[in-house]
C-alpha cells in the first residue's frame, strides 16, 4: 500500500470528514462531559482560510486509490514580547488523525516528520501539541515519535 502525503486542498473539507468523525467519537468517548457527540468540520470558510495563511499548514494522506486516511493540521505560534518568554515561534500541531484501520502502518509518523521538517523550514524552536490524558493511545504515539512532557495542565471538576 503506498501513501502520498501532500498539503491540503479545497475538496480535502469533505473529504477528511469520515477522520473527523471517528476522532470526534474518541474524544466524546472519553470525556463526554466536555465533547458533543457529533464531529467537529471544518466549515469551507474555515479550512479555506487555513489553506490560504502562511503561518497554517495542512497535510493529507492518501492511499493509491484516492481514499484520504489522515491528516495533519498546525500553525506557527510566534512569542513576540512577552513578558516571560524570549522571542520565538513553535510549530504548534493541532491534530495528527490516520483513520484507524490504516493506524499502526507508519502513516502517523510520515505525518509527524512532515510537521518537523516544516517547523525547521519555517525556522521555530519546537514542536508543540495538546493531548487529553484519557487519550493513551495518542500519548504513547507522540513519546514514540520523541516528544516529551513540558507542560501539565491540571483540573479539579467542580460538578461532581
Not at 14 to 25: D, G, K, Y
Request: a neutral charge.
Amino acid at each position: 500500500m503506498n501513501i502520498k502525503i501532500r498539503t491540503a486542498v479545497a475538496e480535502d473539507c469533505e473529504r477528511i470528514r469520515p477522520i473527523q468523525e471517528e476522532i470526534a467519537n474518541l474524544h466524546h468517548k472519553g470525556r463526554p462531559d466536555l465533547f458533543k457527540t457529533e464531529a467537529r468540520y471544518f466549515t469551507e470558510e474555515t479550512f479555506m482560510e487555513r489553506l490560504n495563511d502562511p503561518k497554517h499548514t495542512v497535510y493529507i494522506a492518501e492511499t493509491d486509490q484516492g481514499e484520504v486516511v489522515g491528516y495533519a493540521f498546525a500553525w506557527i505560534v510566534s512569542y513576540r514580547d512577552h513578558p516571560t518568554y524570549i522571542d520565538f515561534d513553535c510549530f504548534y500541531i493541532d491534530d495528527i488523525c490516520v483513520l484507524k484501520s490504516y493506524r499502526r502502518k507508519g502513516i502517523g509518523k510520515r505525518l509527524f516528520a512532515c510537521c518537523k521538517q516544516k517547523g525547521r523550514e519555517q525556522k521555530c524552536k519546537m514542536l508543540d501539541l495538546g493531548v487529553w490524558g484519557f487519550n493513551k493511545d495518542a500519548i504513547a504515539f507522540y513519546e514514540n515519535c520523541g516528544m516529551t512532557e513540558r507542560i501539565r495542565k491540571m483540573e479539579y471538576r467542580l460538578d461532581d
